[in-house]
């Protein structure tokens, strides 16, 4: 399955790089120009057609221009400071934009997270309306049901982005589509994947590697009844345990034993990771880790010939959150940093390069200023243009134990019971090799919760919603002062968007 994702991904990689100049165009491929050599004539063309339209997440779904700025960058685990001297992404001042909250509508990464979804929702209502034209076959309706999921999905992250904003189901439907709220969004979502929920496959399989099955829409849902009280008002924590629930008891998923397992190179085969997109080198600029957080001089020790931009590293409060016995303390470079050989690596200006937590300033920091993320197993000589090849996972299982626990002390008053210690004690006691460590139900509070959530899925792209949820969005951190205002939990339609369809208002306070 993986192999024929690489091949589909590589001739969608190459049709969006083509078309990157029309990047703002709203308008889908008019029904109307579809005649029916265009639709699908059995179960395999539209099991091709369905794949391609997951491949739309791949261009965004791990990009500093896209997810990885909007989700990351604008945290208090991330920061991509101006540095005093080498290579480095200044890129005009965006990153100090993300990470300060300074918002505003033509902000590209922004708009790049915008075009995560839609593009992908665009490219499954048109292979939705040509699968129901097409003639029957016997897996048609799980077909359908699965893009209906993966649709839910998209729109299900740009609610969670930008609050309000515009719908449309029916690909003949050639009109501007009007703008819905939060709210109107959040119940049409919920409706789609409970509607298709038991139509998905069951068990995740080879065959439905990187697709949504049963358990992915049940971490979808979860994920929506976990913030719920954030996008319509009313908490909905045991909805939330009713679908965590779904995913443990499947058994189709489990913890690794190595933490670092489900972020290897090879990671395929992790019954951790549920929902994942599918990356390969050949996929073109789309996983860039390796880019965006290593330093010049690691070029030579991995072979690239790509630029490396020594860029994005772990604020020192981050990487402060962990204990030294703690294994995930390992997901982060520190201290000097080394030749094979043992000689050290060096500065531009030839000293030895060394990583420290602290960041002294945004606007002029030491090259070596941050430590720099090794949770993902950088591969060997990649080339210019080419894509890590790990697969990113959307959602994992020891998220799915960790926002149970949280729902259960949400219905507590806040307070912890013994069984949402005993789920954060199965994730605490994998990443420390024994009970040394584990919670109590006295020591086991929300702050803990939050602060262990981020040291377990640190820069996976959950931490913006953790902090609106937890009420820490608006905080002052490094390089950010506080009483930004409500209105920055949701981000500002990007501006093309806004002059190309006269139904969408912008959001309050931009």
């Not at 179960?43 to 779904?61: D, F, H, I, K, S």
């Not at 019954?271 to 957080?293: L, S």
């Not at 420290?356 to 990649?382: C, Y």
Request: aromatic residues 12%.
């Amino acid at each position: 399955m993986k192999i024929l994702y690489k091949i589909i991904s590589l001739l969608t990689f190459i049709l969006l790089i083509s078309s990157c100049s029309d990047l703002h165009d709203l308008e889908e491929t008019p029904y109307s120009a579809l005649d029916s050599d265009n639709f699908y004539q059995n179960e395999e063309q539209a099991v091709l057609a369905m794949l391609n339209a997951y491949t739309q997440l791949q261009y965004r779904g791990t990009s500093l221009w896209g997810m990885m700025g909007s989700q990351v960058v604008t945290t208090d685990e991330a920061v991509i400071p101006f540095r005093e001297r080498g290579p480095f992404l200044r890129n005009n001042g965006i990153w100090l934009a993300l990470h300060e909250h300074n918002f505003f509508s033509n902000l590209f990464p922004l708009q790049a997270a915008w075009d995560y979804s839609f593009d992908t929702i665009a490219q499954v209502n048109q292979v939705i309306f040509q699968i129901e034209e097409a003639p029957d076959f016997d897996a048609k309706e799980s077909i359908i049901a699965e893009l209906e999921v993966l649709r839910a999905y998209s729109y299900y992250v740009a609610m969670d982005q930008f609050g309000n904003i515009p719908v449309t189901l029916d690909f003949t439907d050639t009109s501007l589509p009007d703008q819905y709220s939060r709210e109107e969004v959040f119940k049409t979502v919920e409706q789609e994947v409970k509607d298709n929920l038991e139509l998905l496959d069951a068990q995740p399989t080879q065959e439905n590697y990187g697709r949504a099955t049963q358990g992915m829409a049940a971490a979808l849902l979860a994920k929506m009844y976990l913030n719920a009280e954030v996008y319509i008002g009313e908490p909905m924590w045991e909805e939330a345990i009713e679908m965590c629930d779904n995913v443990i008891n499947s058994g189709f998923y489990l913890l690794e034993d190595d933490y670092f397992s489900n972020f290897r190179i090879e990671n395929v085969n992790s019954r951790e990771n549920i929902f994942v997109i599918p990356y390969d080198r050949k996929v073109g600029f789309a996983f860039q880790m390796h880019q965006i957080t290593l330093h010049p001089s690691f070029s030579n020790i991995y072979n690239y010939s790509t630029p490396i931009w020594n860029g994005m590293s772990a604020t020192e409060a981050h990487y402060n959150l962990y204990n030294s016995e703690d294994d995930r303390i390992n997901s982060w470079m520190v201290g000097p940093q080394l030749k094979p050989n043992g000689q050290p690596l060096t500065t531009s200006s030839g000293d030895p390069l060394e990583f420290t937590p602290e960041v002294s300033s945004l606007n002029n920091a030491a090259e070596g200023a941050g430590v720099r993320a090794t949770k993902w197993e950088f591969p060997r000589d990649l080339q210019r243009g080419e894509s890590m090849d790990n697969d990113w996972a959307i959602y994992r299982y020891a998220d799915i134990l960790l926002m149970k626990a949280e729902a259960i002390m949400r219905m507590n008053g806040g307070n912890a019971i013994q069984e949402a210690v005993d789920l954060v004690n199965e994730v605490r006691e994998r990443a420390f090799g024994n009970s040394n460590h584990n919670y109590t139900t006295s020591t086991l509070t929300l702050d803990e919760l939050l602060n262990e959530r981020s040291r377990e899925l640190a820069w996976e792209g959950h931490r913006r919603q953790d902090l609106i949820r937890f009420g820490e969005w608006d905080n002052p951190w490094f390089g950010k002062s506080g009483n930004v205002g409500d209105h920055a939990e949701i981000f500002p339609i990007p501006s093309n968007y806004l002059s190309a369809n006269p139904n969408l208002q912008q959001n309050p306070g931009y």
